[in-house]
């Protein structure tokens, strides 16, 4: 009987392991949600399910509260390898996304998985020529809302007030109404806010509470004025080095994370809010449809220009008609 010598076996065996490393993917999410964040549990959620639906061949790793990047690289995070999914906040390489992510709208959160999907195909070829591909949607929409040290009457007349925004929608919004847009990342928003750099936050309630923020402004205005996605996108190239079956779990996955934390996310933000009122002195006063409405339509007649403008007509007749066809 012919032996193999030594070194073949070796050879042999390492191939083996080098295969087995090779069929391995990990992927890096990173997130500005902090672990204390309901979100959080949304992203291990995902995790699970890509290991699982992948057996266990792409892996993910998730890295909370902006510790691989701030706010505003995410393009450059994602584009750059330090991670492979990340927010992708209003950057001038998604002119579209940039102005649409954040959109004057009253939208029905009881479609808000259909409304995520179908805003997701109009910018899908957007990210793409950027070299990135959409993950997940972030439930934006439920909570984003203002904030005050002190009670405020009439959110249109902040005379003056210097409020925090994220984007240029929030800006146009903050300055029509007489105010002064500040940007400041979430994980800095406190310290900003007891320092009485801002006057108001402009900010989701998911995020506000778990920042503990209640403490040092205890005003809430509800106005639901917004439809909201910060998405979450993924290198390309990284997205196509995965095979078919591959792509398509990960894709899976997100979109059963996101309906798994709906209803979690909802009671989540619900509950922090009655508590901050109940026990923490907080107040929350809620705007009527009517007024909302009335807001809305103001601001949208502004933005509709910057829309046509950075969408082009197709993608931006394409936006108009999606928010009409998901108005609550």
């Given at each position: ?123 899908r070829d ?128 997100a979109r ?8 979690r996310y ?63």
């Open positions: 009987m012919k032996t193999l010598p030594a070194l073949t076996l070796m050879a042999s065996a390492l191939a083996v392991v080098t295969s087995s490393a090779q069929a391995q993917t990990t992927l890096r999410l990173s997130t500005y949600v902090n672990k204390v964040d309901i979100r959080y549990e949304g992203f291990e959620k995902f995790a699970e399910l890509v290991a699982e639906k992948t057996d266990g061949e792409v892996n993910v790793e998730i890295f909370p509260s902006s510790t691989l990047h701030g706010w505003s690289e995410g393009v450059d995070a994602v584009t750059g390898g330090i991670a492979d999914i990340a927010w992708i906040p209003a950057d001038n390489r998604l002119p579209c996304y940039r102005v649409t992510s954040l959109y004057p709208a009253l939208v029905d959160l009881e479609r808000q998985h259909e409304l995520d999907a179908a805003y997701t195909d109009i910018v957007e990210a793409a020529e950027a070299g990135l591909v959409p993950v997940f949607n972030s439930n934006y929409s439920y909570d984003q809302e203002w904030w005050f040290q002190e009670s405020i009457s009439d959110i249109t007349q902040l005379d003056g007030q210097l409020v925090r925004s994220i984007g240029p929608l929030v800006s146009l919004m903050i300055t029509s109404w007489g105010g002064e847009p500040v940007f400041v990342s979430p994980n800095e928003v406190f310290q900003s806010a007891e320092r009485g750099v801002v006057d108001g936050i402009n900010m989701g309630v998911a995020t506000y509470s778990s920042w503990q923020l209640w403490d040092v402004m205890p005003y809430m205005v509800n106005a639901s004025l917004f439809y909201g996605n910060i998405q979450y996108m993924m290198n390309k190239r990284k997205f196509d080095d995965l095979d078919g079956a591959s792509q398509q779990a990960l894709l899976d996955a059963e994370a996101e309906a798994w934390l709906k209803p909802e009671g989540w933000v619900n509950e922090r809010v009655g508590q901050a009122v109940m026990q923490g002195g907080g107040a929350a006063v809620s705007l009527n449809e009517e007024a909302s409405a009335d807001i809305v339509a103001s601001i949208a007649g502004e933005w509709e220009p910057t829309v046509a403008e950075s969408c082009g007509p197709e993608r931006a007749d394409a936006i108009k008609a999606l928010f009409a066809d998901y108005r609550r």
